[in-house]
Nanobody, 121 residues
Framework: QVQLVESGGGLVQAGGSLRLSCAAS????????MGWYRQAPGKQRELVAAIISGGTPDYADSVKGRFTISRDKNTVYLQMNSLKREDTAVYYC?????????????????WGQGTQVTVSS
């Protein structure tokens, strides 16, 4: 009973910026990690950025220096600057969450619904 809701996608010109948000809600005991993946047409889903609780962010080489991941409680953000056409994809929020279900603590991965990011020339 965990839901991740994404927002912030849209159409932007190359060189522009977007900020994605993902809010987790439900029977959350703790959030161990949050991150962003993306999938372009005809390509596999790939990790864009991730942040582990108490750790430092990790980024795909293709976005280093341009994207910044941050987290505030149950919400993770992805600030995307200097966007390129190759950044066009559906972006998915991911979270590794421990839930408390009838005093049973279970940890699993949860996914947002995806938000479209389109970068035009």
């Amino acid at each position: 009973q965990v839901q991740l809701v994404e927002s912030g996608g849209g159409l932007v010109q190359a060189g522009g910026s977007l900020r994605l948000s993902c809010a987790a809600s439900g029977s959350i005991f703790s959030i161990n990690a949050m991150g962003w993946y993306r999938q372009a047409p005809g390509k596999q889903r790939e990790l864009v950025a991730a942040i582990i609780s108490g750790g430092t962010p990790d980024y795909a080489d293709s976005v280093k220096g341009r994207f910044t991941i941050s987290r505030d409680k149950n919400t993770v953000y992805l600030q995307m600057n200097s966007l390129k056409r190759e950044d066009t994809a559906v972006y998915y929020c991911n979270a590794r969450i421990t839930t408390n279900q009838n005093m049973r603590f279970l940890t699993g991965d949860y996914w947002g619904q995806g938000t479209q990011v389109t970068v035009s020339s």
